[in-house]
């Protein structure tokens, strides 16, 4: 019987002094210092703006002692800057972004999370991981919106302009290629990738009855020294009578039907 009773107190004191936090996972890391219980890391890759729930920023894997352990893993108390970071699982060290938040490259060009790790073989609040990881945040050329309906009368003659949408938000000294896509692939509407404006071609007039809509897609690309991520956005162009209730619902009716339509043949 005595015998039994050592080894389970053997038994519990392996499990307080064997579990422990030996080291981090390094993949998309670049570590600072020593990789132990206790690292700082950067995260290799920058993460491109954005304010989609659930967007991956980084995940941090401990490893511990024996076996596969079960590590929980949690945000210290200023380790969530604004709480922008979330860790849907406790058992998992991803931190996506959390909902109603932002990565904006504007409002600042990094952020810092730091995460503990502790193994579940030991007792709660026995903290035996720490690792600080800094995030890098990329800017992204971004238009006004990511989607505009025009409605443009129908007759519409070579010259009338359909709008002006430019590419902003790009960081000095880079530089900033503008390009369009158009479906149809017709030539009836031109894109000065100068100016940013979107206009009925020289030689042409568009007819309701001959396409009822365009599909006109936007990118924006950076060159230099410091380079965003491409931006894109999409233009829908109804050609109809644009009055009253018609240009209102331009964006819906027209080119839900109209458009539609049109581009099956």
Do not use: R
């Amino acid at each position: 019987m005595n015998g039994i009773l050592v080894l389970a107190v053997l038994s519990l004191l392996a499990d307080f002094t064997d579990a422990q936090i030996t080291a981090w996972d390094i993949t998309d890391l670049t570590i600072s210092g020593t990789n132990g219980a206790t690292a700082v890391f950067t995260k290799t890759v920058a993460v491109t703006e954005t304010s989609t729930a659930g967007a991956a920023i980084v995940t941090l894997t401990a490893t511990g002692t024996g076996g596969s352990p079960v590590i929980n893993y949690a945000f210290t108390g200023t380790g969530n800057p604004g709480s922008v970071g979330n860790i849907a699982s406790v058992t998992s060290g991803a931190i996506t972004l959390a909902t109603g938040k932002s990565l904006d490259y504007e409002s600042g060009t990094s952020v810092v999370f730091v995460v503990t790790a502790t193994e579940q073989s030991v007792a709660s609040g026995n903290v035996i991981g720490t690792a600080t990881v800094t995030v890098n945040i990329k800017n992204k050329l971004e238009y006004g919106q990511d989607q505009y309906g025009v409605c443009v009368p129908d007759g519409s003659a070579a010259g009338t302009v359909v709008g002006t949408y430019k590419a902003s938000d790009f960081t000095s000294p880079e530089t900033v290629t503008l390009s369009s896509d158009l479906t149809p692939g017709t030539s009836d509407l031109t894109y000065d990738t100068t100016t940013g404006i979107l206009s009925v071609s020289t030689g042409k007039t568009l007819s309701q009855n001959t396409i009822g809509g365009y599909k006109v897609t936007l990118f924006a690309t950076a060159g230099g020294i410091i380079v965003s991520d491409l931006g894109q956005s999409i233009v829908w162009v109804a050609v109809a009578t644009c009055s009253g209730a018609i240009q209102a619902t331009a964006v819906f009716a027209v080119l839900a039907m109209s458009f539609t339509t049109a581009m099956l043949f």
